[in-house]
């Protein structure tokens, strides 16, 4: 709820609601503050000037825009006033701890001197803030009041317009002093609601920002995920996996020894364990992928798939690690589907960078009507894409063709 | 045989070299990583190298970028490389570097007998895949494959090639005569449209390159 949305109301709930009070309650403080700002800049600059022969002083006057991020934080706080929207400070974290870090950064940051630019002008229409609420509050109370004046025997002087002194203009001046009242509430409401706009654009973080934070946080996390895949692989590799080669070696070695069918048994079980193994830990994280790039991955798919897959990777370069990942198991996924549901003879992988989006795409000429979120999967992989702010799309009409295709954004 | 071995995993280094011990070949260095492999190379010139494909200290494909270096150095230095890949773009660039090279899954070292003739061969510049590899290869179904031609027993005898057999080991792996092996390789390469290529190595390297060449 902000003042706008209240007076956007019928008038008779506007006037009896808090807002009107609230508006004059923020254009009131406003100049206490501007003035309180201003008490400190002078103070700062006029010690920065005298102790400018010092080069201390010169330092002093830096801090002059520094004063308005005090400023801009009780402003924000006042803002609550008027608009229940939350307000963030545009300020980043210092990257280090220490006054200097954060100096320097505050220094640097447009949000600084935006905000000391909302400082001056702010300062400045604090005028306003006084006057406006003054003449309306003031000039109302005496109208309102006419009446009982003129019934006292004092007269009112409009200047050389004229004068009030009869009971019956009297009258008419209480109505005026109502009315004029009524509309200045709305004034004030307009005033505060345009100063409280003006706060939120200089001195807010926008939300788009707040926007950007939470996807690079997605895209972090889904990075991290895909380094613990990684590990995992690495640790399955060096762990276990040479474990049962050691144990195939030694028990090759012993059938050197002593011929026997339990040994050859054994052996054989250990080298079926160490291809599920070896299977297992593909699924998990291929190292071809990271050693050999998305072609040589999508090729050993394609070496494995019960189906024949055409295969056509062309990248003028190497994508990011979690965008590699992301477009790797969407094939390996759509291969699977194909695989499991399609009834197609035949695959094809299409892989290509076209205009800073790295597009994959999936096509089979088996019997379509494949959906997204019918447990195959697809659902999970549009999550998996959409991290890194890409699309998948499925056509896959009755009687096909099915056609996945993927787009993620990629700088190559 | 002098042999240089490359493994960073110490159980499976002990291992590879009480194998080859028991063969009476000489493990003249056992190193850890892919600096030490090309330092151990350039003072002990042995007469192979054994080496594994992921190692320090990167943890990737070290092992396969330093044997592929080693060949680039000394092209007639046979080399195998044991993996746990079987992701044939691991062999692929190794082979390409001509004989002398082999390809196997760590695993295939158990069947000692058949590792040590699969050394054996290498060093005497043949040119050895895994069967598993190379079965990954032929199942791979393609639209209007030449492959899609082959009867099932031709296909057996491409895996046997391809494993860098003779055709008297052929004969005898598939009890026929070696007469029926010679006619089998001979339909095989004019069904793939290959010309005859004189010894064993180039033969495999040209069928493996002619399946490369359809991916």
Redesign the interface.
Known sequence: MTVWRAMARNPLRFLLSSWPWRSIAYLATGPLVAVGWLAVVLVVGAAGVLLAPLVVGLGLLLFVPLTAIGLAAVERRRLRLLDARPAPSPHREPAAPGWRPWLRLRLREAATWREFGFALLFALLGAVDVVVPFVIIVGSSVQVGSAYLVGHGDQLQYGPYGTVDQPEEAWVGVAAGVAMFVVGLYVMAVLAGARAALARLLLVRPVEDELVAVRASRARMADAFEAERRRIE?DL??GA??????L??????A??ETPSELIDKA?QD??AA?AEL?DLVRGIHP??L???GLR??V??L???????V??DVELPGRPDEGVESAAYFVIAEALANVVKHSEAD?ARVLVRHQGRLLVVEVRDDGKGGARAGEGSGLQGLADRVAVYDGTLRLASPPGGPTILRVEIPCEL | MRVVIAEDSVLLREGLSQILGRFEHEVVAAVGDAPGLAAAVAEHLPDIVVTDVRMPPGFRDEGLRAALALRAERPELPILVLSQYVEQSYASELLQTGGGVGYLLKDRVGEVAEFIDALDRVAAGGTVIDPEVVRRLLSRRREHSPLERLTEREREVLELMAEGRSNGAIARRLVVSEAAVIKHVGSILAKLDLPPAPDDHRRVRAVLLYLRGEL
Do not use: N
């Open positions: 690495r590799h060096d996996q040479q474990r049962l080669t050691g195939i070696m030694t028990l090759g070695l059938r050197l052996q250990a080298r160490l070896r190292s071809v990271t050693d050999r040589a991955a090729e050993s394609a070496e494995g798939a019960p189906v024949p055409e295969v035949r």
